[in-house]
Each structure stands twice: as C-alpha cells, then as structure tokens.
C-alpha cells in the first residue's frame, strides 16, 4: 500500500507540474505558427508577452519558498491549479496584445507564487536522502511524457479543426486553436483534482527566527549563485524550443501541423533524457552529470549555428534538434538535485528553491525578447543561425559555472569530512 500511495503521489506531482504550465506555454511551443497567426502577433510582441510573465514569475519566486516552507505544499499547490486554469477560460476569447500581457502576468503569479517552490519540497521529500537525482529525474521525466501525451491529443484536435484542402482560414484556425485552449483548461482543472486526492500532506512549523537567518547565509553562499547561473543557462536551452516549430516551418519546410506534430512528438525523448540523467546523477554525482550535458548542447548548438540553414543538410539539422533536446530535457532533470550535493537542509528547500529561482528562471524575462528580435531582424534561415548561435554561447557558460560549482562543492566535502 505504503508502494502505491508513493506511486501516485508522484503522478499527481507529475501531472500537476506539467498542466500548470500548459495554458501559458504549449499553445507557443507545439503550436507557433499558428498562435502567432490566430492572436495576429509578430515574434517580438509574443517575445514582450513572455518577459511580462517572466517579471512577475520573478517577483513571485523568493516569497513563494518562504510561503511553501510555511503552509501545506498540497492545499498551495491546488490553489494554483485552479487559479491558472480560470485564466484559460478568458485565453478563448482571444485578447489583443494587451489583453494577453495582462493574462500572461496573472499567470506568472498563478504558476509560480504558490506552485512551484511547492512542487520542489513535496519532489524532494518524496525523494529523501538517498534518491534526489531519480525524484527530480522522475518528475521532470514524467512531465514530459505528460507534455507528449497530451501535446499529440491537442495537435489532433487541432488539425481536425483545418480544413483538409485549401488555405487555413483566420476563423478556422481560431476555432482549432479554441478547441486546443479548452482541453488545456479541464485538463488543469483535473489535474487539481488529482493532487486533491492522491497528494499526501506535508506538515510545517512555521518560519522560525533560526530558519530566517539560515535562509540569509544561504544568500552570501557562492553554491547558491552558482546553482541559479546553471539553472539560468540549462533554462534558457529549454525556453529555445519555443522556437523549433518556427524553424521547422520556415526552414525545414514543414506546414503548420507537420511542424507542430514533429515538435509534439520530440517531447517523448524528456521522458527517456530526465529519467536517465536522474539515473546518471545518483550514480556519477549531479554535477558531473551537468558538465557533461553542457559540453554536449554547445556542440551541437554550434553545429547548427554552422549547417543548420543548408537545404542538402536536413536530416543533419533534425539530428542536432534532437541532441539538444535529449541535454535540455536532461538537464532540467536533474539541476535540483544539486541542493543535496551543496548540503541545503530539507526544512530550508522552499526558500532556497526560491532564492535560485529568482535568478535562474530570468530566461523567462530576457530570452523571448532577445530570440523574437533576432528573428524579426534577419527573417528566415540567418535569424535562426543566429539564434542558435546565442544558445551555444550560454550553454558555454552553463559549463563553466557547473565546473566552478564541482569544485566547490569537491572542498565543501573535504571540510565536512
């Protein structure tokens, strides 16, 4: 029974962590071409409505932790659910600009501020002391089997709603895409419902004096800003995908739905890429599993900064796509269990999840601006060179900071030993 009960725990957790952020961000992702064309937007102002997401979220991170360390992660974490999923009910009356900037900052409080510090602790508990690279393995696997699954229903829906012949009319594809922003919205709604039933309790004491100042050394720990310039880097690789289904469209010559069911189907690879590095993390240590995964995604990034616009070389160009994705999903798997290699007390997960946070999720402010704008600037095959070319620069970076963090980490050992 005691097997069950952690079983579904974690689906809850699985699901929950996935949903939360499918209104926001799967329509964008699996779906570009199309969103860009039915909410009549350029690249550059769906960029502008992600940073206004991204300034919330970051607002939202730090207070967040202290609250996640304060209250029951469960009752947090279905307020959250159900809050973000009423906002998928004003997604399909399709908002101008505005509308949606505003949208987008509501949701950036909704997924962050009471959810995700949450989601980290009830990850790490359910984890405990001697499998924290299989927990975070697990959920971030999970969620992207979650993501697959339901990303192949919502572009199934999707297509069924075009029409098989001729151009797709403007009031077709917003109907298509109305349909898809529905299954979203009770699919987040349902995901409440199973944290509700299968999520177990996590009882807190409430912030202690002691507490509060553990969490204010925890800001003078150079660990500590290191983990969040991984998280930023790894990050920023992940918030690239948004931008594959454009690329697949414009320059590997793929329709809208061919483009949107590649992307959808590349999400099955997050299930095999985080379960496995979790795997590798237990055993070699996370952090060598994070150099590892960096060295990676810089090579491939640069090969397609270098080959990725020829037409003779398609086939190299979707092996690359699929390299970085396998790093990014890896890495995303595994970044948090680098809380237990520096030594964070479990009672201080929520505030130290926040303080890394507020860093290491800024991608969501700075990079869909910078990536629309380099794509506006040189349209076609060049501004998707250059992009490809900034996400190899930052994985370089990613790099340097997981060396820099493996030996501190190498003499903080020493010292406690």
Same mark, same amino acid.
């Given at each position: ?225 290191? =983990?969040?310039?991984? #998280?930023?880097? @790894?990050?920023? !690789?992940?918030? %690239?995908?948004? +931008? *594959? ?124 601006? =910078?990536?629309?704008? #380099?794509?506006? @600037?040189?349209? !076609?095959?060049? %501004?998707?060179? +250059? *992009? ?30």
């Amino acid at each position: 029974m005691k097997a069950r009960k952690r079983l579904l725990a974690m689906v809850a957790l699985v699901v929950a962590g996935e949903m939360i952020f499918s209104l926001p961000f799967h329509l964008p992702r699996y779906l570009r071409p199309s969103m860009l064309e039915g909410f009549n937007l350029t690249n550059s102002e769906l960029g502008d409505i992600f940073a206004v997401y991204g300034v919330t979220a970051m607002l939202a991170y730090f207070p967040g932790g202290l609250i996640a360390d304060k209250f029951n992660p469960k009752s947090l974490i279905i307020i959250s659910l159900v809050s973000t999923a009423l906002g998928g009910i004003y997604l399909t009356t399709f908002p101008d600009f505005i509308g949606l900037a505003i949208l987008y900052a509501y949701w950036g409080i909704t997924t962050i501020f009471l959810f995700w510090a949450g989601l980290m602790k009830s990850t790490r508990e359910w984890g405990g002391d001697e499998a924290q690279g299989r927990a975070f393995g697990i959920l971030e696997g999970g969620r992207g089997l979650t993501a697959a699954v339901f990303a192949s229903v919502a572009v199934w829906v999707f297509a069924n709603g075009i029409p098989t012949l001729g151009l797709i009319g403007e009031e077709d594809r917003r109907q298509a895409l109305s349909s898809v922003i529905f299954l979203y919205t009770g699919l987040t709604f349902l995901a409440a419902i199973g944290v509700a039933l299968w999520l177990p309790n996590i009882e807190n004491n409430g912030i202690s004096t002691s507490i509060k100042s553990s969490t204010f050394k925890m800001l003078l720990k150079r660990e500590i800003w290191l =983990i969040a310039i991984v #998280i930023t880097c @790894a990050y920023c !690789g992940y918030k %690239g995908l948004d +931008n *594959y289904a454009l690329y697949a469209h414009q320059v590997l010559g793929m329709s809208e739905i061919e483009s949107a069911s590649f992307i959808s189907k590349t999400a099955y690879l997050r299930i095999f890429a985080a379960i496995s590095a979790g795997f590798l993390a237990d055993y070699i240590e996370a952090n060598k599993t994070l150099i590892m995964l960096f060295f990676t995604s810089f090579l491939s990034y640069s090969l397609l900064g270098i080959w990725g616009g020829s037409g003779e070389l398609v086939y190299f160009a979707i092996l690359n796509i699929l390299i970085t994705l396998v790093a990014v999903f890896a890495l995303r798997g595994v970044y948090f269990a680098m809380l237990e290699e520096t030594k964070i007390p479990v009672k201080n997960t929520g505030s130290a999840v926040g303080l890394v946070s507020v860093v290491g999720y800024t991608p969501d402010i700075f990079l869909a601006p =910078i990536g629309g704008r #380099i794509l506006d @600037a040189s349209p !076609g095959v060049e %501004g998707h060179l +250059n *992009y490809f070319w900034l996400l190899s620069l930052i994985s370089l970076v990613g790099a340097i900071a997981a060396i820099t963090l493996y030996c501190c980490n190498k003499r903080l050992v020493r010292r406690v030993g």
